[in-house]
């Protein structure tokens, strides 16, 4: 290689928040391993890759801080050879700086701050960090580099200061979570600030899971006109070289492995599996359970479960009642001999009966009614967390979005659980997603897809006797939830009034349900949660 060339390695990997010890041990063998095996002249790893993103309030914790300080001085002494550029939180005093710190021969070379401090969203930095107030650039091999975190590079001005500071490229340091459409979206502001400075861009951003965020990496290599020489694969952790060159103070870029996009239905699922499998292994759950209904959700489910931690740590559970039918039965038994799931079965009509018999002189009433389909769902429900006590198994609540939108769910009954994988998953992307799994293998069984979706809470149930048809119910709260859209708004464009104020007041009253629902992966633009915050008193009424 010339002299005038160097490698920059992005080092796209998955921290554990708060597991500075085992962070540390994760940075320093990437950086031996970009050495030894790409002749790396600087690795760049993500934001706040020391701590995990986001930190939250372990931010204030002083046991937290003194890690924080053993992993610094880890960092210090164990990066012996190419320089690394690697995020964690800095203390000045009171203050606490979202940090990039360049580390090499034993020393901190520089220090970057982040300048633009996201608040909105999924996004709290402002409860946090000190925003910094200018773009840091530090020369290396020649070449003066602009240090950027994450929002810096969302912004114009960072990157505009970063040339005006002599910066000849610019290096991002990220931790920018996956929402369906931000792969491309994410690609195409980075693309518009490399053109507006014309500086290329070496990009490395987080991948895993952490709590309701999924982080997807697709680190990037950017030349000054947008071009992509390199681009890392979604969901994957992983060292990815790119060669760098220095001509006459300009540098410039060789073309590097360029990862093909996925279709946006593959993103949304390869994001649920990396963030089930990353919640599960983080907390040190030796496997999950789940209950099969012989629906699309719970069978849905199973195959995210299977992919994301194999058989052998998932466990199916059939609870029939007199009101479950045979297909529902077979088609959950058959899709989990496909993949090869124990399964354990536990008819739930004599406790039906037991229960019956001691609540009916207080009620006045028989087995009927909602009363007695919620009992049929807590008494599923407490099987499942009777099950996991036994055996530390997590157990996953099969609920979608739209369900959990309208409320359509039984506390403490399906909406037991520990995590949610779909529950950012409207029921038209629950379909969607079956049918994309089926093409790599046909395990999600026909009959379950095509048939008409019921509760089985009584005789002759339907899902559409509670609820608008999915398509225009999804629509519906898409506009409402992820757009923010007024009722008006959608009257307007041609929905019906009543439809739309109905959903608009269910949504709004179901807060409470929510409230005490296990959590689960964001990957819509607007999920409930961590993202969408509404009161659970409220008076507020919104009228068409």
Not at 416 to 430: C, E, I, N, Y
Not at 442 to 469: F, H, N, Y
Not at 518 to 534: D, L, M, N, T
Request: charged fraction near 20%; include cysteine; charge should be negative.
């Amino acid at each position: 290689m010339p002299a005038s060339a160097f490698t920059v390695v992005l080092a796209q990997i998955n921290v554990t928040v708060g597991d500075i010890r085992g962070n540390l041990a994760r940075i320093l063998n990437a950086a031996r391993d970009a050495e030894a095996a790409h002749g790396a002249d600087l690795i760049l790893f993500p934001e706040l890759a020391l701590t995990g993103y986001p930190p939250q309030d372990l931010l204030f914790q002083p046991g937290f801080r003194a890690d924080l300080d053993g992993g610094l001085s880890g960092l210090l002494a164990g990066c012996k050879g190419a320089p690394i550029v690697v995020g964690y939180p800095h203390y000045e005093g009171s203050r606490i700086y979202n940090a990039a710190a360049v580390i090499h021969q034993g020393g901190i070379k520089t220090l970057a701050f982040k300048q633009c401090l996201p608040n909105y969203g999924v996004f709290d930095e402002k409860r946090y960090f000190t925003p910094g107030e200018h773009t840091s650039v530090w020369s290396h091999r020649g070449v003066p580099m602009g240090i950027l975190i994450c929002e810096d590079l969302w912004d114009a001005a960072p990157s505009r200061r970063a040339r005006e500071g002599g910066a000849q490229m610019l290096l991002g340091l990220s931790a920018s979570p996956f929402s369906l459409g931000k792969i491309g979206e994410r690609e195409a502001v980075f693309a518009e600030r490399v053109r507006d400075v014309e500086l290329p861009l070496a990009y490395a951003n987080l991948v895993g899971g952490q709590d309701e965020l999924v982080f997807d990496g697709t680190s990037l290599a950017l030349g000054r006109s947008g071009e992509v020489f390199g681009r890392a694969p979604s969901f994957e952790e992983g060292l990815w070289p790119i060669r760098f060159n220095l001509d006459h103070g300009i540098v410039t870029l060789e073309p590097g492995a360029v990862t093909e996009h996925m279709a946006g239905v593959e993103t949304v699922y390869r994001a649920i599996t990396l963030a089930l499998g990353d919640y599960v292994r983080k907390n040190h759950f030796p496997g999950v359970l789940l209950g099969l209904s012989g629906g699309i959700d719970s069978a849905l489910t199973l195959a995210l479960a299977v992919d994301a931690l194999g058989a052998g740590r998932v466990k199916g559970v059939l609870m029939p009642s007199p009101y479950t039918s045979d297909l529902s039965r077979e088609e959950a038994l058959r899709q989990a001999r496909t993949l090869g799931v124990e399964t354990l079965e536990i008819p739930i009509d004599p406790l039906l009966r037991t229960i019956g018999e001691a609540i009916e002189p207080a009620l006045g009433s028989g087995r009927e009614g909602v009363v007695f389909e919620n009992i049929q769902a807590r008494t599923r429900g407490m099987l499942l967390m009777a099950l996991s006590n036994a055996s530390g198994r997590l157990v996953l609540s099969t609920g979608n979005k739209s369900e959990m939108a309208m409320g359509y769910a039984t506390l403490y009954g399906d909406m037991a659980g520990g995590f949610a994988p779909l529950r950012d998953v409207s029921k038209t992307l629950v379909y969607a997603l079956a049918r994309y799994r089926n093409t790599r293998a046909p395990v999600i069984p026909d009959p379950v897809i095509e048939r008409e979706p019921t509760a089985e809470l009584r005789s002759g149930q339907r899902d559409r006797d509670s609820l608008p048809p999915y398509d225009v119910l999804d629509s519906i709260l898409e506009a409402l939830v992820e757009q923010n859209r007024s009722v008006a708004d959608l009257v307007q464009s041609g929905f019906d009034a009543k439809m739309v104020q109905s959903v608009a007041r269910q949504v709004l009253v179901m807060e409470y349900k929510r409230r005490q629902a296990p959590i689960g992966v964001k990957v819509s633009r607007r999920a409930f949660g961590i993202e969408r915050r509404y009161p659970v008193t409220s008076g507020f009424k919104e009228e068409g």
